[in-house]
């Protein structure tokens, strides 16, 4: 075992703006030098590490002549002067506050701004959001911010960063996944927010915010095709029903013809992905105090990312089997596929009263996904795995809010969630040799978790003086989980035995949570903060191998300093925050068998710091940028689940080290991101030269730091086209 040295926070020294101009990139490609350090198995890999090019044609049409529509701008922003970077409103404490007011670290999004760096999809925020990592297993994605995630994504079991869509909390891993279409911003919101947002956000969470539709009738449409025979379209239109009520419409269509890898021993391709999304959301204004927001959406995603697994260079399958050349190829005795399917429906009530403002959010969300791939990554039927997942969830919230204008500003409320997730039939199925010896061909893991949880929270902010505010709030979270389950096997000749259920197991997990803020400005433009603050996991039962045996909630107390500044005549934007965390009884998946369970693991400390900010170089070129750094360690962890490599190349699970010190699995020292816009006008028209270059240090995906992604980093890069004379047509590369 071998630590890296400790280091103080340097980020005082760094000169941040520098060698900005050098991401002026003008070509049509997008690169990756990712590589993965010698281990046994590769069964996750970085969703963003997927190589490609494309190029696009997008347009825009409006009803009235000589109109057309543009990215919306956030709600009510003011418009920035063309030297001025752009003040972006976000949410991310329940009411519409400008980014630089904010005294959390958040990094936010434009919709154009996304747009313009080539991200279009939840797996590749990390891209240029620092502490962020994203990646998938089986066809969930898992997210870690600043060193806290999970990866276990076993029926009902929920993310350690929370996903909110228009204000409605995303409880599963696979429900969380979307692409990017009709987006008004996203923020990522970073450490503990046990308060206002509360639901097993120990991390953070991302907050997802679509467009709202318009009177006037305005559309836009963007075709692409890309390398792998990949072809992607995506639509929007929106328009006026009455004086009172506007609809939209918004469709994404994705269609990789042509996978990364191929299965050498079925001699097919490794599946490319599919990807049907559709959403429409619509805007009724009953009179001048109430609006009601409407939206439902549907997205069905098949693909094989996440459940392709090879072995690595100088290991040995269990058939003897050793690693290919290709670093896409697999060798399995099935061909990987992934399909999850995913409903939702939100509505969201906003009433003014003259001394308060109400908000009421009602969601409904229903996922299904069906996964087959071959635990053992052999040509051999050793362990083929199947999963057969599905979840409904119902959840209600309450809000009022104070009116803005006076010293004291609050916002109190309730939270309401029943959730039911099923492994039904064959639930988690295992099928292959390796149960031979016990006389059976493979078993079944069925189970169903219910989960009833309720909160009451608040918060408020009193102005000190003209310049410094204290905000404090608290949050109680009572949960309640119900777990039933068994385990059916089969008999090598295919008899079904049905297992006997366990007695059904029931556990209440109660706990309150709450921050404090001092807030000060120390000018018009510059801001520093400092803050604690607590989040809780609820507790919860393993749904695959279950015993009814419960596993503890997961606590993180943080400390957080930081500074806001835009800077420079508001030509320079930077935030930066300094953190110190502990992260108690992680929930931590390990490998038992053929299978994973949850365990709770030691504690650990965090440290680190980040930053992101945005440069005006000059009127046409604008420059972002972001770092951080992070030391994400285990204090005391004895008799920790590891894997080991035999001297015959095979691995075994036969070790019980001492990992103390040890990194903490998705948390790289250093990650930084660096992009650049360019806009040239000429005598034939409009181009713009976007450039975006992301790298991360190395990282583990194991507690003993044996199985490891070495450092690697990416490109984003594109050329686009607007013909002079027009505005309503682009071409892009």
């Not at 009172?244 to 918004?250: C, I, T, Y």
């Not at 003209?466 to 009572?478: H, P």
């Amino acid at each position: 075992m071998s630590t890296s040295p400790r280091h103080p926070f340097p980020f005082l020294n760094w000169v941040v703006p520098a060698a900005v101009a050098s991401m002026l990139v003008a070509v049509p490609a997008r690169a990756q030098d990712a590589s993965v350090a010698p281990a046994d198995t590769a069964s996750e890999q970085p969703v963003s590490n997927e190589p490609g090019s494309e190029a696009s044609v997008d347009g825009e049409a409006a009803a009235a002549a000589g109109t057309s529509t543009a990215e919306a701008n956030p709600a009510d922003a003011e418009e920035a002067s063309p030297f001025e970077v752009e003040e972006i409103i976000v949410t991310a404490t329940r009411r519409e506050q400008s980014l630089q007011e904010v005294p959390i670290a958040v990094t936010a999004f434009t919709g154009e701004a996304l747009a313009n760096a080539r991200i279009g999809s939840t797996s590749e925020l990390s891209l240029q959001t620092p502490s962020l990592n994203i990646g998938t297993r089986a066809s969930a994605f898992t997210v870690f911010l600043r060193g806290i995630g999970n990866l276990d994504i076993a029926p009902g079991q929920e993310p350690s960063v929370a996903t909110y869509v228009d204000g409605a909390y995303q409880p599963n891993p696979f429900s969380s996944a979307m692409s990017f279409n009709s987006v008004e911003r996203i923020e990522v919101i970073k450490g503990p927010q046990g308060t206002l947002y509360g639901r097993n956000a120990t991390g953070g969470l991302i907050n997802i915010v679509t467009r709202d539709p318009e009177h006037q009738t305005a559309g836009n449409v963007a075709l692409s095709y890309g390398s792998f025979e990949t072809a992607k379209f995506n639509g929007y239109v929106t328009g006026g029903f009455s004086d009172s009520l506007a609809g939209d419409l918004s469709l994404y269509v994705e269609d990789q013809n042509k996978g990364y890898g191929d299965n050498v021993f079925t001699g097919n391709e490794v599946r490319g992905t599919s990807d049907v999304s559709a959403r429409s959301k619509w805007l009724f204004n009953p009179g001048d105090n109430t609006e009601i927001r409407f939206s439902a959406d549907y997205s069905n995603v098949k693909a094989s990312r996440g459940n392709g697994r090879a072995i690595l260079p100088g290991s040995v399958g269990a058939d003897g089997s050793t690693s290919l050349r290709g670093f896409y190829d697999i060798q399995s005795d099935i061909d990987p596929e992934t399909e999850f399917t995913t409903w939702r429906a939100t509505a969201r009530v906003d009433q003014k009263f003259a001394a308060f403002d109400l908000a009421s959010i009602t969601s409904y969300s229903d996922y299904q996904t069906e996964d087959l791939f071959d635990n053992d990554a052999t040509p051999t039927e050793v362990v083929s795995a199947m999963f057969d997942y599905s979840a409904g969830t119902f959840t209600q919230e309450l809000q009022l809010l104070s009116k803005k204008g006076s010293a004291l500003t609050w916002i109190l409320g309730a939270f309401f969630l029943e959730s039911k997730a099923d492994a039904a039939p064959p639930g988690t199925g295992l099928r292959g040799l390796a149960f031979a010896g016990s006389g059976l061909s493979g078993v079944d893991f069925i189970s169903s978790l219910d989960t009833s949880s309720q909160s009451l929270f608040g918060e408020a902010t009193y102005a000190l003086t003209d310049a410094t505010n204290l905000t404090v709030g608290g949050r109680i979270t009572r949960d309640k989980k119900t777990l039933n389950a068994r385990t059916d096997a089969y008999l090598i000749d295919g008899t079904y035995i049905r297992g006997t259920p366990i007695p059904e197991a029931s556990k209440t997990f109660t706990e309150p949570t709450y921050r404090a803020i001092l807030d000060h400005k120390l000018d018009e433009d510059v801001m520093i903060y400092g803050s604690y603050s607590r989040g809780f996991k609820s507790g919860t039962y393993n749904t695959v191998q279950a015993d009814g045996t419960p596993i503890d909630p997961e606590i993180v107390d943080s400390v957080e300093l930081g500074m806001k500044a835009d800077l420079f005549e508001r030509r320079l934007r930077l935030n930066v925050a300094a953190f110190y965390s502990e992260y108690q009884d992680i929930q931590l998946p390990v490998a038992v068998g053929n299978t994973q369970i949850t365990v709770n693991a030691a504690d650990s400390k965090i440290e680190g710091f980040d930053f992101d900010g945005s440069w005006i170089i000059t009127e046409n070129w604008q420059a972002t940028f972001g770092a951080a750094y992070l030391d994400a360690t285990f204090e005391k962890f004895t008799n920790a689940p590891c894997t080991s490599r035999e001297a015959d190349g095979t691995t075994s699970t036969n070790c019980n080290p001492d990992v103390s010190g040890n990194d903490l699995i998705q948390a790289p020292r250093t990650q930084f991101n660096i992009g650049s816009n360019y806009t040239l006008a000429s005598s034939v028209g409009e181009f713009l030269f976007t450039g975006l270059y992301w790298r991360t240090s190395k990282f583990y995906w194991d507690v003993d730091n044996r199985l490891a992604q070495n450092a690697y980093g990416l490109v984003n890069a594109q050329i686009r086209w607007t013909p002079a004379g027009q505005d309503k047509f682009s071409v892009a590369a």
